[in-house]
Structure formats: structure tokens, C-alpha cells
Nanobody, 124 residues
Framework: QVQLVESGGGSVEAGGSLKLSCTLSGSTFGTNVVGWFRQGPWNGREQIAH????????GYSDSVRGRFTISRDNARNTVHLQMRNLTPDDTGRYVC??????????????????WGQGTQVTVS
């Protein structure tokens, strides 16, 4: 079992920045990817970023590419999502998930086995 706990959400003005963290605990053996998902007030769940371990390969959705950066601190078993130049469209609940993926060109939702509870981000 893997437990994931998100932190770092909050309220910010448009143009601002936030950094989210996803801390993993438990046995991560067998997982090779962590992803961030966003559930907006009007949109369905969207995978916005992912990072593979080992290797560190990353991917982003078109909606956040160039503004968000995903990274991993293996020493702390934590995955970060640095968000910059936020807009009201970025408002939503941000959830991290872990799983195992061999999908191409990016992980699919069914690849993710373990899910966190999420952290709310509000941009006004």
C-alpha cells in the first residue's frame, strides 16, 4: 500500500504562484510514476503532469505546459508541482496519484492505483 498526502494549496491572485507537494509513504515498490490531476468546478478530472521514477521523465498537459513544473525529491519521497502565472482557470482540487505505467505517450488514468485526498487551489 502507498499513501499520498498533498499539501501547499490555498488562495492566490491571478498571476501568482503556488508550490504543491505530494508526500508518499508505504511500499512504493512496483510503482514507477506519480501524476498530478486537477478537478475543476466545471471540468472533469484532468491529468496535468506526471513524472517517472527512475529516470525522471516528465510530461504536461497543454493547459499547464510552460507554467507548471513537476519534480521529485527522492530523499524525501516527495513530488512537487511548482505552479506559476496562475489564472482563474487553474482553480480546482489538485490530487496526486501513484501507479505503474507503460502507456505511450503518457500514463492513462487506469495506470494509477493509489490516490491522495487532494488540496484545493483557488485563483481569483
Amino acid at each position: 500500500q502507498v499513501q499520498l498526502v498533498e499539501s501547499g494549496g490555498g488562495s492566490v491572485e491571478a498571476g501568482g504562484s503556488l508550490k504543491l507537494s505530494c508526500t508518499l509513504s508505504g511500499s512504493t515498490f512496483g510503482t514507477n510514476v506519480v501524476g498530478w490531476f486537477r478537478q475543476g468546478p466545471w471540468n472533469g478530472r484532468e491529468q496535468i503532469a506526471h513524472i517517472f521514477n527512475p529516470g525522471g521523465a516528465t510530461g504536461y498537459s497543454d493547459s499547464v505546459r510552460g507554467r507548471f513544473t513537476i519534480s521529485r525529491d527522492n530523499a524525501r519521497n516527495t513530488v512537487h508541482l511548482q505552479m506559476r502565472n496562475l489564472t482563474p482557470d487553474d482553480t480546482g482540487r489538485y490530487v496526486c496519484a501513484a501507479g505503474r505505467s507503460t502507456s505511450w505517450p503518457r500514463p492513462v488514468v487506469d495506470d494509477y492505483i493509489y490516490w491522495g485526498q487532494g488540496t484545493q487551489v483557488t485563483v481569483s
